[in-house]
């Protein structure tokens, strides 16, 4: 068996090991996380005309954050996991009996974890701020536009602040038997139209027709301002009422850089602005160190699994493992609320997160070192 160079047999072992839970737990946090977002986006692709392509696209805004959420903790799992199997199955004494050191073992699982650390560098510094704004874009236009449903008798749609009920539709789509038209204005005013017996005009799909309706009652009340109690209203008859039921909304989302997460890494170091929406220094700053603590953090993890698997009695129990998860898990979660300190201006980022993050790494450095200076953890050389 070799052993000569970092990258030896028994080093990709422990690569091997670390790295199938790593994988399993990566696609299942992504799982969990787009079931989640799922749930939360049912509502709004329901009533479009393509609900399966709406789903898709909005899943894929956010699985960049989402997988940069899941390389931390799958990284975390797979190390911690990987080392308790080598270490209950005596795997790690045979390696330490034929001559391998620690170094020698951990160098690709180092090597892997720096190839992780760059990718959340292009993840975190890029296409997470990128993709948090775009999917704010994404339900913004769906909102904007009309939003159909229909089982072929009935049809729904939702345009702005107008809202259309169209109440059995012939077979042929050409006919309906009640129309209910639902519109607010920005003077506390509402209008409600009830018509019967209308008809769709126009070629294609539902969302390019008109609706037109002979015969109406038209409501219209007038609401003081933020009360639910009517000032005034009346009724009037109509012989005729009649509009698409798509219209083209022109207004657009609000510029990108609103919110200090919008901001890439490029844009926080240089302060570019051209493009961008105002944002405090305080909180571009405080946003800038949180992501940079995020990475130097990624490198900590080699160091946080062994340090808590590993033990002279070299059987680590589930409460281990529970323990470095918890400190993971933990840690990575105190970040994102120290930061909101440092946002509000209430204590500087170096206090809230290098200071913490600088004591974390000294004492799980100085416990690697004991562990791994151990006799029993030494090599048989």
């Known amino acids: 068996m070799s052993k000569s160079g970092s990258f030896s047999i028994g080093s990709f072992y422990v690569l091997r090991a670390t790295f199938a839970p790593m994988r399993n737990t990566f696609l299942y946090v992504i799982l969990i996380l787009e079931i989640v977002r799922l749930k939360l986006v049912w509502n709004l692709a329901v009533h479009q005309p393509d609900p399966v ?16 959420m899941a390389l931390q903790i799958s990284l975390a799992v797979g190390l911690m996991f990987g080392l308790a199997k080598i270490i209950r199955s005596r795997e790690l004494d045979a390696f330490h009996a034929l001559g391998f050191s620690w170094l020698q073992l951990l160098t690709p699982v180092f090597t892997l974890t720096t190839l992780i650390m760059v990718l ?44 259309i009920l169209l109440d059995k539709i012939s077979r042929d789509g050409k006919l309906f038997s009640r129309v209910f038209i639902y519109q607010t204005y920005p003077d ?7 018509g019967s017996d209308g008809k769709l005009v126009g070629a294609g799909d539902l969302s390019n027709q008109s609706y037109v309706v002979n015969s109406v009652d038209v ?57 961008l929406a105002s944002v405090g220094a305080i909180q571009k700053n405080a946003e800038f160190n949180y992501r940079l603590a995020q990475l130097f953090f990624i490198l900590l993890l080699p160091f946080i699994a062994l340090v808590v698997i590993v033990e002279p009695q070299r059987n680590p129990g589930p409460l281990r493992f529970l323990v470095g998860l918890l400190i993971v898990l933990g840690f990575n979660q105190y970040l994102s609320m120290a930061t909101s300190f440092s946002r509000g201006n209430i204590l500087p980022p170096y206090l809230t997160l290098w200071l913490p993050l600088g004591a974390l790494a000294s004492i799980v450095l100085v416990q690697f070192w004991r562990k791994t200076s151990l006799p029993a953890f030494q090599t048989a050389r």
């Open 53 to 68: 392509i709406t789903i898709m696209k909005y899943l894929g805004q956010w699985l960049p954050f989402y997988v940069g």
């Open 120 to 163: 959340e560098l292009l993840i975190v510094g890029w296409l997470q701020p990128l993709a948090l704004y775009y999917s704010k874009v994404f339900v913004h236009d769906i909102e904007q536009s009309s939003a159909l449903m229909t089982d072929g008798r009935d049809l729904f749609t939702v345009d702005g602040d107008r809202t």
């Open 188 to 194: 506390d005013k509402s209008v409600t139209t009830a």
């Open 219 to 275: 409501m219209e009340v007038l609401y003081q301002h933020s009360s639910p109690i009517p000032k005034s209203y009346s009724v009037t008859r109509s012989y005729k009422v009649q509009g698409p039921l798509k219209e083209v909304n022109n207004h657009m989302f609000r510029p990108r850089g609103a919110s200090e997460y919008e901001w890439t890494l490029k844009e926080l170091i240089s302060n570019d602005s051209g493009l």
